[in-house]
């Protein structure tokens, strides 16, 4: 959770036709880019630089650009996302990472999406989904290998897009995370924090250097985190997540 770096892409206007799972209405662009540099700022004020890339009109969900990259300090790997949609975005990313990079991987045959894999002190947590199968969380764990991470497979509950639209990570070992995703155990030996009840969509949550950046509109979630001790900044969140997108979803960190 310290960076010295991120990576996001501003949204596009064709950002109204980004993917979504239930239709609950159609983002509104000038608001979403508004709350998309309230979100840069806040990484900013961190003390890290931020990489912003230009709108990619032709993928409108690009701007959730996690989800085309894994960064290790080690190196970066290009995802093969399970969206046929999003795959496209890949190559736009891939030059940005070979910038900062000096070892750049793909995954090249199985299905992975960022936003399922959480990074934590210890290990890597990767959830299959309907977007991450089982060749693309072994051909990570072979490179992750390599770079000496320890890989554990584990699922997004059905129905959730990603494994991180429930968790987060707090510190080396503290997670944040619903109680659905936490009832399946793959937390045990963590010290995990839940959500409220009826606030499941504050667990898509970053700690970045001293921030936790949440989204706006779950005050029990906040005052838990803190009264954890956590610096807490909310975001407005109302337009990505008519996409089903949030805080992790718009950044590579590194
Ligand atoms: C999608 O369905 O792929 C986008 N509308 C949302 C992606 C959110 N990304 C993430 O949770 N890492």
């Known amino acids: 959770y310290e960076f010295t770096h991120a ?3 501003r949204p596009g206007t064709s950002v109204v036709n980004g993917l979504r799972a239930t239709d609950i209405g159609t983002p509104d662009p000038v608001r979403m880019e508004k709350a998309h540099a309230a979100y840069v700022s806040a990484l900013q004020s961190t003390g890290a630089r931020v990489i912003e890339l230009d709108p990619l009109e032709e993928f409108p969900d690009a701007l959730f650009v996690e989800d085309t990259a894994l960064c290790l300090p080690q190196g970066a790997v290009l995802m093969r996302p399970g969206a046929g949609s ?3 975005e890949v190559a736009h990313m891939a030059p940005a990472l070979r910038q900062c990079f ?3 991987r793909e995954i090249a045959d199985g299905f992975i999406e960022g936003g399922d894999i959480l990074v ?3 290990e890597i947590l990767v959830g299959r989904s309907a977007r991450t199968d089982a060749n693309g969380v072994a051909e ?3 490179i992750v290998a390599d770079w000496g991470h320890s890989l554990r497979e584990v699922f997004t509950p059905e129905g959730v897009l990603h494994f991180k639209t429930d968790c987060s990570l707090l510190d080396a070992e503290t997670i944040l ?3 659905r995703l936490d009832a399946s155990g793959c937390f045990d030996g963590y010290r995990v ?4 009840d009826g606030e499941e969509a504050a667990a898509n949550s970053i700690r970045f250097n001293n921030l936790v950046i949440m989204p706006a509109g779950f005050p029990r979630t906040a005052d838990t985190i803190s009264n954890a001790g956590f610096e807490v900044v909310e975001i407005d969140n109302s337009d990505c997540a008519k996409l089903d997108g949030g805080m992790s979803c718009l950044s590579l960190r590194l």
């Open 86 to 88: 999003r795959r496209g």
């Open 140 to 142: 990570l764990s072979a």
């Open 120 to 122: 934590t002190g210890r």
């Open 177 to 179: 995370a619903t109680r």
């Open 102 to 104: 000096d070892d750049v």
């Open 7 to 9: 990576i996001t892409r």
């Open 193 to 196: 924090l839940h959500v409220a």
